[in-house]
């Protein structure tokens, strides 16, 4: 079908849901720097490109769908959250948001410590030559195996989430003759305001042990008394797409209360405090995130001036962002496929991926941003919906986004700020095929996580 003669699909805010895209930007070509990785621009050509390669190139040597990781941006990122907090604090960038060996490697290169939790995401850090001191290990149900893995391997600290796991990490450290640095989770009561499955602090949740009815105080005298366990401080996750900082001032009140009744009950100042990660990116411009030097001034600003009125030695602070550093650093690029516009209501415009990369719009009503980025158009906009190929119709990868009304077949178009959470959670539905994860750099790209194959799939299928 030709470009005209496609028929556009609705135009106006006479369908608009509620939500971000009240109207259509003023120009559809214009790409939002608050959502795009720092290289990604348009060139002449109208094509757009990252790290000085354009996405139609991209995707044939690539192929689609895949993601593009913009490795300026990545360091760039991780090095502002490191200088933002100096050398007083760590940052421990959060695996599970996307880990492969060339990020750990890019993770060591600039100063920052690694949070993982599981079996995988460690073996992942040890075999990329992250130094097993600067490896925290969390997760609420960690497995004797892995707790065991994790001490011999010699972990930096241990994140205890339960009085069970503080016996078996203890029972763990003494079998081999160590004592393992541990933490403790504890959850502070905070109803965070984001998405009810990424708040963890409120109290009815699976995460940490409650400050509320004194069990938090009586996990540190269980931990204290533990030889296998050498306790170096509590650590508090209040949830994540965070935007302000006040539910972190709540939790720090309420952990440095805990550490000066540490310190009254037992006369033990506990050297460090764990704010944990969850700081909000710009999905779509609506979003307007604080950058780390903001963030790092405000929480240890909280943290000092709480500790100063308990009369506490001020703790190391350490924080564990993961969306805020590989978030915004990559894009998904897909091809357009079927092109279906619904009289009144919006144009469905499917993908040659959907659900199984980007699983977020589904689970936590997610709001994303799209572009066409293998050409400019002067078009009228559509209110479009982007959906993927899957057999669900909760497919949806874009929900209402304006895309020119001449889209058709064949075009690329990208979706911004996928770097987090989108190939950690992708999935095999439909058999579908987990994309590639390429990183580009000046001029360069090359293939990080590679695309996997229907041979992958019929490996694990022995039956
Ligand atoms: N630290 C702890 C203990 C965590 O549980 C998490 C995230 C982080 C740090 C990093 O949070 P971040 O800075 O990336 O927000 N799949 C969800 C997010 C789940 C986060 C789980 N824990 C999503 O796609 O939004």
């Known amino acids: 079908m030709s470009r005209s003669a496609h ?219 533990l030889d296998g366990l050498e306790l170096i401080g509590i650590h508090s996750h209040i949830g994540s797409q965070i935007f302000d900082t006040s539910g972190f001032e709540v939790a720090a009140h309420r952990v440095v209360g805990l550490l000066k009744d540490i310190r009254d009950e037992h006369g033990v100042e506990l050297p460090e405090i764990d704010l944990g990660g969850g700081l909000g990116i710009a999905y779509t411009s609506a979003d307007d995130p604080r950058e780390p030097h903001e963030i790092a001034k405000a929480l240890t600003e909280i943290v000092t001036r709480e500790c100063e009125g308990a009369r506490l030695r001020t703790p190391r602070i350490s924080v564990e962002p993961g969306r805020a550093i590989v978030g915004p650093t990559a894009f998904t690029l897909y091809e357009v496929g079927t092109i279906k516009p619904l009289d009144g209501l919006r144009t469905y415009v499917s993908v040659d991926g959907g659900m199984s990369d980007n699983i977020r719009t589904a689970l936590y009503d997610a709001e994303y941003s799209v572009a066409l980025v293998s050409r400019t158009s002067d078009a009228e906009p559509m209110l479009a919906r982007v959906v993927g190929k899957h057999c669900e119709s909760g497919d949806i990868v874009v929900k209402d986004a304006f895309l020119p009304a001449d889209l058709a077949p064949g075009d690329l178009i990208a979706v911004p700020a996928t770097g987090a959470y989108c190939r950690s959670m992708a999935s095999n539905y439909n058999h579908v095929l987990r994309p590639p994860v390429v990183a580009v750099k000046d001029g360069e790209a090359r293939v990080i996580v590679r695309r996997e194959t229907e041979e992958d799939l019929l490996r694990l299928d022995v039956g």
Request: glycine share 10%; hydrophobic share 40%; charged share 25%.
């Open 7 to 225: 028929p556009a699909g609705p135009r106006h805010a006479d369908v608009l849901p509620e939500g971000h895209y009240s109207a259509p930007p003023a120009d559809l070509n214009t790409l939002d720097p608050k959502v795009w990785a720092q290289t990604v621009d348009r060139g002449d050509d109208g094509v757009v490109r990252v790290g000085g390669v354009d996405v139609k190139a991209l995707a044939e040597e690539f192929g689609t769908p895949a993601y593009f990781l913009d490795e300026t941006d990545f360091r760039a990122r991780a090095r502002a959250w490191r200088t933002a907090f100096g050398q007083d604090a760590d940052v421990f960038y959060a695996g599970k948001a996307f880990l492969s060996r060339a990020v750990v490697r890019w993770l060591h290169e600039e100063g920052l410590n690694l949070d993982v939790c599981s079996g995988g995401e460690l073996a992942t850090a040890l075999s990329a030559g992250m130094p097993a001191d600067r490896i925290a290990f969390h997760g609420n149900n960690k497995s004797t195996e892995e707790i065991h893995r994790a001490v011999e391997a010699g972990v930096g600290r241990i994140v205890l989430d339960s009085f069970q796991e503080i016996v078996r990490v203890a029972h763990v450290a003494q079998e081999l003759g160590k004592r393992q640095r541990v933490q403790i989770r504890v959850t502070v009561g905070v109803e965070a305001h984001t998405h009810e499955f990424i708040a963890t602090a409120h109290e009815d949740q699976k995460f940490g042990i409650p400050l509320a009815g004194g069990q938090a105080a009586e996990a540190v005298r269980r931990a204290l008394k």
